[in-house]
């Protein structure tokens, strides 16, 4: 009996804005992305793409005589983050190909570079559709082949497009990929084929099916067999007419009605459950039909019996006398997909692939994790990030992609930080360390000594002595309790005994903030009547320091380090 092959699986992926739907809409010749929110992908979505509408789109295949035997594409249309590049199956990723889409006169933006991460961690084989080429002034739609028409356009017109993908293979080679148009190249394992191309006129989009068909029949034939036993990926559980179910890809082996099937889990011990009815996506289509069996690899909405637990990006295949064994290959899958570390920042995701995309991301920029989990931000999570203020205060920190926080969260000292997209909240998170190493760094350097300069209010005078206590304004830097101050000629004043806020004693008070101020041993008429000004007693040792990490200081703390210098110098002379 011949060994059937399946569809192979192709994400669709890019920055956002590039084009990823309305390329897929460019081989599906529909028009989804007009009723997407904003343009913009706003979920996961998949397309049963048949071998009949390959040959219908793509006339170059039978013109070449070339012999199909692949029955398909199942096309993975993702939102523009890289995490749902990161979809897993057993063993590896759940995409056999992918298509990255780019914008031809934008090149590599921070979307595009993290799915090249990503594609990469994951050794997935990809192509690039070149986009928007009709974007370039003067482009003419050629009718020959595409290799023609690149180079038939105008001298103006072929310089643009030559500077922009010689520009665009230069950003990928610093990413660590070769490349070349796809008519250029001999050797498809070293190079990455580039298919020049316009989602809008559909120029290209020919040459993309017949690259991504040449790629799967030559590279993929072991990897599309299928086997026995059907396993698939959740992808989402969803509302439809007030039901629950389950969206999901089956990438091996037949699902049926009635199979009993057991589904990974995040804390090792997985999820037993029934498949109560089935439905498998259309052809060419967004709407569902009932089917007793569907095979791999398609798209389908799954009604179970239980879907407690049941978690986005969580492998499931079906029982068949060897639950023991598929738990201990689950525990394991899961378990590589979280490699943690002692210490390190807790983060939170909407689903495995996100997780597991998250921490590949955060590995790269050197930052350690301590914990992981799938679901919104909650009180555990805050108490794990308070324990983190007592061992490095740069980890107490949460991040949350794609995830909500539980409401009433009282945060305190932790700051979490959340985001739709992974560069953005990686980019927010390393924004926030550095300014809080920033603070840490200010805090030790302000433990040792302090800059502050602050104005008398006269008119707010409490006490004249045994202690004075009036008010004062902080013009720049902080004053604490225990302070030692000098006046602008440079004579001790006293040590600052006590501050007070709106009738509250304080430790301390910064720039901008009026309080009153009790010195022990000071008569505020006889020492402090003609006094405007205050200042932190400073040693030439401090002010050395100060200066040395002079890029920690504010600019009115660097004017007043400089007033109390050249009191010090007046007062030396």
Not at 62 to 77: A, M, R, S, T, W
Not at 347 to 354: E, F, Q, R, T
Not at 377 to 385: E, F, Y
Not at 438 to 463: D, G, N, Q, V
């Amino acid at each position: 009996m011949k060994t059937q092959i399946r569809q192979p699986i192709v994400t669709v992926a890019g920055h956002v804005d590039h084009g990823k739907t309305s390329l897929l809409d460019a081989f599906r010749g529909s028009s989804v992305q007009e009723g997407e929110a904003g343009g913009i992908t706003q979920k996961i979505s998949f397309t049963k793409y048949p071998l009949e509408q390959i040959k219908k789109a793509c006339p170059l295949i039978e013109k070449q005589g070339i012999k199909l035997e692949i029955p398909g594409f199942l096309f993975i249309d993702t939102p523009g983050h890289a995490a749902f590049t990161n979809l897993r199956k057993r063993g590896g990723s759940l995409a056999d190909l992918a298509i990255l889409v780019v914008n031809a006169k934008e090149g590599i933006k921070p979307q595009t570079a993290e799915v090249l991460q990503i594609l990469k961690a994951n050794k997935t084989p990809f192509l690039i559709a070149f986009n928007k080429i009709d974007m370039f002034s003067g482009w003419k739609k050629q009718e020959n082949s595409l290799k023609e028409s690149v180079e038939s356009q105008a001298i103006n017109v072929s310089q643009e497009f030559q500077e922009s993908i010689l520009t665009f293979q230069g950003n990928l080679q610093e990413h660590g990929f070769n490349s070349a148009l796809y008519y250029e190249i001999s050797d498809f394992t070293k190079q990455v084929a580039i298919v020049p191309c316009s989602a809008r006129t559909k120029e290209g989009i020919p040459e993309l099916l017949l690259v991504l068909c040449g790629l799967s029949e030559k590279f993929l034939r072991e990897r599309l067999k299928l086997s026995d036993t059907p396993k698939g990926v959740i992808l989402e559980i969803k509302k439809t007419k007030g039901l629950e179910n389950v969206e999901a890809i089956i990438y091996d082996g037949v699902i049926k009605e009635n199979d009993e099937i057991i589904v990974a889990s995040l804390n090792g011990e997985p999820i037993i459950t029934k498949v109560r009815s089935l439905e498998e996506i259309e052809p060419l289509s967004f709407k569902y039909k009932n089917t007793k069996e569907a095979k791999a690899a398609t798209g389908l909405r799954m009604h179970l019996t239980s879907k407690e637990g049941i978690l986005s990006g969580m492998l499931f295949q079906k029982v068949d006398n060897n639950l023991d064994k598929i738990k201990e290959v689950f525990k394991k899958e899961v378990s590589g997909v979280l490699n943690l570390d002692k210490n390190g920042i807790i983060i939170k995701a909407d689903s495995l692939g996100s997780l597991e995309a998250l921490i590949t991301l955060l590995k790269q920029q050197n930052i350690n994790i301590v914990k992981a989990g799938i679901g919104p931000i909650g009180k555990v999570d805050l108490v794990s990030a308070k324990a983190n203020l007592e061992i490095n205060s740069l980890d107490s920190v949460i991040i949350g992609f794609n995830v909500d926080i539980e409401p009433d969260l009282k945060k305190g000292k932790v700051k979490i930080i959340t985001d739709t997209v992974i560069y953005k909240l990686i980019e927010n998170l390393q924004k926030w360390r550095t300014e809080r190493q920033a603070e840490i760094e200010k805090e030790r350097l302000m433990e040792l000594a302090t800059i502050c300069k602050l104005e008398i209010l006269h008119k707010y005078m409490f006490r004249n002595s045994n202690p004075a206590i009036f008010g004062i304004r902080v013009l720049s830097g902080r004053v604490r309790t225990g302070l030692p101050l000098i006046n602008e000629k440079g004579e001790e004043v006293a040590r600052v005994k006590g501050l007070e806020l709106e009738k509250e004693s304080v430790n301390q008070a910064t720039e901008g903030q009026e309080v009153a101020m009790s010195l022990p041993g000071t008569n505020f008429e006889r020492q402090l009547k003609e006094t405007k000004y205050l200042y932190s007693a400073l040693s030439d040792k401090q002010i050395k320091e100060f200066k040395k990490n002079s890029d920690l200081l504010s600019s009115s703390e660097l004017n007043t380090l400089s007033e109390i210098e050249d009191i010090k110098k007046k007062t030396d002379s």
